[in-house]
Nanobody, 131 residues
Framework: QVQLVESGGGSVQAGGSLRLSCATS???????????MGWFRQAPGKEREGVAI????????YYVDSVKGRFTISQDNAKNTVYLQMTSLKPEDTGMYYC?????????????????????WGQGTQVTVSS
């Protein structure tokens, strides 16, 4: 079965950087297939929100407005891994970051993500940004 495993979280000061990784297993060539894959985050007491998504076949991306210009999502098909490079981190970026992926999709668009559209989930990695 498909497994997504996140790594790279941690504690940093505001202005710092982190790179999150989401490694997939259980499905050879998972990131080479046509699906939407990326990152959600959830802060205490808040709803889970989609932060950055990539269409694994076309490379089309979506970013929530609050991270545009600071976060970059990318993929490495040889490693079956998706990354989230986070720079200029702010305290409001604090939260549990989850990697998620859809089943196969037949559209090239990447709409604003809703958690219920995503089938596969990792366990999460904590990101804490202090001021």
């Amino acid at each position: 079965q498909v497994q997504l495993v996140e790594s790279g979280g941690g504690s940093v000061q505001a202005g710092g950087s982190l790179r999150l990784s989401c490694a997939t297993s259980g499905y050879t060539g998972f990131t080479s297939t046509s699906r939407r894959m990326g990152w959600f985050r959830q802060a205490p007491g808040k709803e889970r929100e989609g932060v950055a998504i990539i269409h694994t076949r076309t490379g089309n991306t979506y970013y929530v407005d609050s991270v545009k210009g600071r976060f970059t999502i990318s993929q490495d098909n040889a490693k079956n891994t998706v990354y989230l490079q986070m720079t200029s981190l702010k305290p409001e970026d604090t939260g549990m970051y989850y990697c998620a992926a859809t089943r196969l999709v037949y559209s090239d668009i990447v709409p604003p993500p809703s958690p219920d559209q995503y089938t596969y989930w990792g366990q999460g990695t904590q990101v804490t940004v202090s001021s």
